[in-house]
């Protein structure tokens, strides 16, 4: 069945860089998803990529696409403490578009 | 900017009582669905409701649960005779389903934390 996979933990230094992946296994997938959680707090949209790109760019948050090995990364430029969450890679399945998540990966950014 | 709203945010109740989750949808948003997050597992879908029924839901969402809308703004979850398995965090969310280029763009509301004992 579909499925999506993450890395549980993520831990980088203010102002670096930091990289979240994910696998997905449904190839037919349109859309693919990155939400994030803050404490206590629900689920917000950060940003989506449509099967057919490669790369969107959206301020600091860079989303690649590699669609033959159905791999999809999220990419936050200069991560700053308050970018501390879990980060969820989730594809769209089923026909009302229903999401698939993954386990979520948790960013912890130190000073 | 509109969001999803959930009451309450933390309910407790002893296994085998009937409990009910509400949500407050995006205003002119047209689809709704809830989801579960046991405590470190995967955000699961249960179910998604359209047009005054359900149009998908899965393997979890069996007879012990139902949902309704009762009205123009609520969403509501209903678990008929909770187990101690049921305790989660549950997830309501909406988008507008337009064909778009976001299509099935969905807005997730804080969430309501069920606790079985």
């Known amino acids: 069945g579909e499925d999506v996979e993450q890395s549980l933990f993520l831990s980088v230094r203010e102002g670096d860089s930091s990289v979240i992946n994910c696998t997905y296994t449904d190839s037919s997938s349109t859309y693919l998803y990155w939400y994030k959680q803050e404490p206590g707090a629900g689920l917000q949209l950060l940003t989506y990529i449509f099967s057919n790109m490669d790369m969107k760019q959206d301020q600091r948050l860079t989303v690649l696409l590699n669609k033959k090995d159905k791999h999809l990364s999220l990419r936050i430029a200069d991560t700053q403490t308050g970018d501390s969450a879990i980060y969820f890679c989730a594809e769209k399945g089923g026909s009302q578009g229903n999401l698939i998540f993954g386990k979520g990966t948790k960013l912890s950014v130190k000073p | 900017e509109p969001e999803v709203t959930q009451t309450p945010s933390h309910q407790v109740t002893q296994m085998g009582q009937e409990v009910i989750l509400r949500c407050v949808p995006i205003s002119n948003h047209l689809y709704f669905y809830w989801y579960r997050q046991i405590l470190g597992q995967k955000v699961e879908f249960l179910v998604s409701f359209y047009n005054n029924e359900i149009s998908e839901k899965s393997e979890i969402f069996d007879d012990q649960f139902s949902v309704e809308r009762p009205d123009g703004s609520n969403f509501t979850l209903k678990i008929r005779s909770t187990k101690l398995e049921d305790s989660a965090m549950y997830f309501c969310?909406?988008?507008?389903?337009?064909?778009?280029?976001?299509?099935?763009?969905?807005?997730f509301g804080p969430g309501t934390r069920l606790t079985v004992t």
């Open positions: 969310a909406s988008s507008d389903g337009l064909k778009r280029i976001s299509s099935y763009e969905q807005y």
